[in-house]
């Protein structure tokens, strides 16, 4: 029978072992790093039209009033810097081309003068580029670069901002000249609204204006509605809230305030002035029959000890918030158990 290793014939398999073993790590760590990977040098191109975007759709579409932007600089940067690649100069039809390193870079357009009496503004691509071959970007100069409610009511009053969202309550339902308007973060008041637009709940609109306040709500004024308009879209879907949640909302910037909302099996109590206590047993808060709407659904609508389903704009005014349905259609008579 095999008897096991003694301590002495481990000693000497040891070393013969441990050299071979040692001149195998000499031998890997004499090995020459990788070659580094050579520098990309392969080129691709940058075309597109410089336009202003009458219609706001990105299209090209001179029959809808758009107009190429002859003699302007447009320059290719490395992605999130300021370090310039390469330039080129718009022809008189707008159109211009770019040969740049491969990859991913920030285009820019340089404001010229023309640019900045117009007011237009770039709101920036980011083109990937390939070997030997063309991409083309529709570049579109507009009124602003859209960004979102919440954002847009942050900025310094009379900055001009540029917004889009879906109507929630149509020019004529409070007055002739107004509307609100709600995106995913938040909704506003848009004040100076042509009526013959023709706008609707449910049509989706872009607007560019500046940021006002009147009696402390905040709104958009002096707008100008890009005529990219989408008609017969799905209303919006009230947010239920109580009355407690709609009267702690105390400022402008509260989430809620300017959206459409809705409270449930509300009392309402008497008026004065177009407003009126209402309570779902949470706690008061208040609702205006406001403008037009104090026509459309009257203050006789509303029984003593009759609950109600009431939807509307949550305004905001001097301090408070205000619900404001927007026709008789917001307000449903419910059981109030």
């Keep these: 029978m095999m008897q096991s290793m003694t301590s002495h014939s481990r000693a000497q398999h040891a070393r013969r072992i441990l050299p071979a073993l040692a001149a195998l790590v000499l031998a890997t760590a004499c090995v020459d790093d990788p070659a580094p990977v050579a520098p990309i040098t392969e080129t691709g191109r940058v075309a597109g039209i410089l336009f202003f975007d009458r219609d706001n759709n990105d299209v090209f579409t001179p029959t809808a009033g758009d107009s190429a932007m002859g003699g302007v600089t447009v320059r290719l940067l490395a992605r999130g810097t300021n370090s310039e690649l390469a330039t080129a100069t718009t022809a008189a039809d707008g159109r211009y081309s770019i040969d740049v390193p491969v990859g991913t870079h920030d285009l820019d357009v340089v404001r010229s003068s023309d640019i900045i009496a117009s007011q237009f503004v770039w709101c920036g691509a980011r083109p990937s580029v390939y070997s ?118 105390t400022t402008p910037l509260s989430g ?14 008497s008026f004065a002035s177009g407003n009126a206590p209402i309570n779902d047993g949470s706690g008061a808060a208040q609702v205006r029959l406001d403008g037009n709407a104090n026509g459309n659904i009257g203050t006789a609508t509303f029984q003593a000890g009759t609950c109600y389903n009431i939807t509307g704009i949550l305004g905001f005014f001097r301090g408070a918030t205000q619900l404001q349905p927007r026709s008789s259609q917001d307000v449903t008579e419910v059981s109030c158990s």
């Design 132 to 249: 030997n071959e063309e991409t083309f970007v529709p570049t579109p100069l507009k009124f602003g670069c859209v960004i979102r409610i919440n954002v847009a009511k942050n900025n310094p009053l009379a900055t001009t901002v540029t917004i889009a969202g879906v109507v929630t309550a149509q020019p004529g339902r409070f007055r002739n000249d107004n509307m609100y308007v709600q995106d995913p973060s938040g909704g506003i008041q848009v004040f100076g609204v042509s009526f013959g637009l023709g706008l609707l709940e449910g049509d989706t609109v872009e607007v560019t204006g500046e940021l006002g306040a009147f009696n402390d709500q905040l709104q958009i004024v002096s707008p100008r509605i890009a005529s990219n308009v989408k008609r017969g879209g799905t209303p919006a879907t009230p947010i239920d809230i109580s009355t407690a949640q709609a009267a702690a909302a």
């Design 256 to 269: 809620n305030v300017g959206r459409l909302v809705r409270v449930r099996a509300v009392t309402v109590g």
